[in-house]
């Protein structure tokens, strides 16, 4: 049962336009959400995250959006760069569940054309 | 560099047999999360110590075990290998408990099964 869902496994983007990058989830538990970007050999590093309080957060060029009733949040990241190109993992947690587990969608990979 | 270290990077090995993947945290975390990445999945958390305590549990294999010694390194014991277990085990580590703590990840093991 996959609780958390990116169902867009790859997506491609102009340099300098927007990237939007989606995320579903289906546990109403689910309070804290959180992107994190992988590159080819690395691990996953943290990028942004969103408490459940809020409806958007922003950082930079990234921004993470969060609808509650429609159990959806995304990344957007303006404006999209080369460097940006790697696997974005989008994750969720309970902060009352007292197991601090993220559970991980199966990512999307983004490409960034120049 | 996440400061979070993994040891081997690769490990090739034949079925029914009991592989050791090792994980030291960055300095000063103590609580150490496993998870799991299988081809096209995404990270499936397995378990997770805290100062050397079993703190939650996940999707984790009878056949897999783990600890985190004194000095808050730990390992994951995999064994009776199944090809099915070819995958990348990532550690990460945080400072403490809690969801809002930031979770940083090792590079990761790459568990080929033959």
């Known amino acids: 049962d996959q609780q958390v869902k990116q169902n867009s496994p790859s997506l491609s983007v102009q340099e300098g336009r927007i990237s939007i990058l989606n995320c579903d989830y289906t546990n109403s538990m689910f309070d804290y959400f959180l992107w994190y970007k992988k590159y080819p050999a690395e691990g996953p590093t943290f990028l942004i995250s969103?408490?459940?309080?809020?409806d958007k957060n922003e950082d930079g060029r990234f921004t993470v959006f969060l609808n509650k009733s429609a159990k959806h949040l995304s990344l957007h990241i303006v404006p999209s760069q080369p460097g940006d190109s790697a696997v974005y993992f989008c994750?969720?947690?309970?902060?009352?569940?007292?197991?601090?587990?993220?559970?991980f969608g199966t990512g999307t990979r983004l490409k960034v054309l120049a | 560099d996440s400061g979070v270290t993994q040891t081997p990077k690769h490990l090739i090995t034949a079925t029914g047999q009991r592989v050791t993947l090792r994980c030291s945290p960055r300095s000063g975390d103590l609580s150490v999360y496993w998870y799991q990445q299988s081809l096209d999945q995404g990270l499936q958390f397995l378990i997770h110590y805290y100062n050397g305590e079993e703190r939650a549990k996940g999707n984790i294999l009878e056949r897999f075990s783990a600890q985190q010694f004194p000095d808050l390194h730990s390992e994951l014991n995999l064994s009776s290998l199944e090809l099915g277990d070819s995958a990348l085990y990532f550690c990460a580590s945080s400072v403490d408990t809690g969801v809002y703590n930031e979770q940083f990840f090792g590079p990761g093991t790459r568990l080929t099964v033959l």
């Open positions: 969103i408490s459940s309080i809020k």
């Open positions: 994750a969720a947690s309970s902060t009352t569940s007292g197991t601090y587990k993220y559970i």
